[in-house]
Antibody
């Protein structure tokens, strides 16, 4: 059974950093692209970033480029999202997803609140 | 960026009805259009892939159609458990984008 379990969320002040983790199991992690998708409170879904299976290429939405870094450790079957220079508009539930142009498995999500 | 426009924003239905939800793309996405269901306080789940392909474990009352810029998600015989928000997503080009969703309400 595919499982994606996020951790690392919380309350952080504007301008500070936070790192999310996603532990994957139930599939061969190193064979799949992965992605982060977020959802602001009462809002819709927004793709944030993707990473190739090797980690050699990464892709970001414009609003997070230069501030967020997606990475992975295939030996640990873990996906990461380093979030720097956080803004209030980054407040959202962040989902880890397995990505094959579509998003076929989702984690339970982790809440990130950016507020002073 | 590809803009996906979903309509209606909210749909109030009676159990047993057959309904159709629309997703229109601002440019062609071929059949790289996928549908997701998000129940209250849950993560989204994949419902239909590549416009019309079914997903294992998803009830057969859900079906999809379309290509290019116009897509439809149909539910043949709505059930109470279908109370959800339905999103379309294009995987044809980055950034991947989602529609704003259609909220299904049960009368």
């Amino acid at each position: 059974e595919v499982q994606l379990v996020e951790s690392g969320g919380g309350l952080v002040q504007p301008g500070r950093s936070l790192k999310l983790s996603c532990a994957a199991s139930g599939f061969t992690f190193s064979n799949y692209y992965m992605a982060w998708v977020r959802q602001a409170p009462t809002k819709g879904l927004e793709w944030v970033a993707s990473i190739t299976n090797s980690g050699g290429s990464t892709y970001y939405r414009d609003s997070v480029k230069g501030r967020f870094t997606i990475s992975r450790d295939n030996a640990k079957s873990t996906l990461y999202l380093q979030m720097d220079s956080l803004r209030s508009e980054d407040t959202a539930t962040y989902y880890c997803t397995r990505e094959v142009q579509l998003l076929d498995y989702w984690g339970q999500g982790v809440m990130v609140t950016v507020s002073s | 960026d590809v803009v996906l426009t979903q309509s209606p924003a909210t749909l109030s239905v009676t159990p047993g009805e057959r309904i159709s939800l629309s997703c229109r793309a601002s440019e062609s996405v071929d059949t790289y259009l996928h549908w997701y269901q998000q129940k209250p306080n849950e993560s989204p789940r994949l419902l239909i892939k590549y416009a019309s392909q079914s997903i294992s474990g998803i009830p057969s009352r859900f079906s999809g159609s379309g290509s290019g810029t116009d897509f439809t998600l149909s539910i043949n015989g709505v059930e109470l458990e279908d109370l959800s928000i339905y999103y379309c997503q294009q995987g044809n080009s980055l950034p991947f984008t989602f529609g704003s969703g259609t909220k299904l309400e049960i009368k």
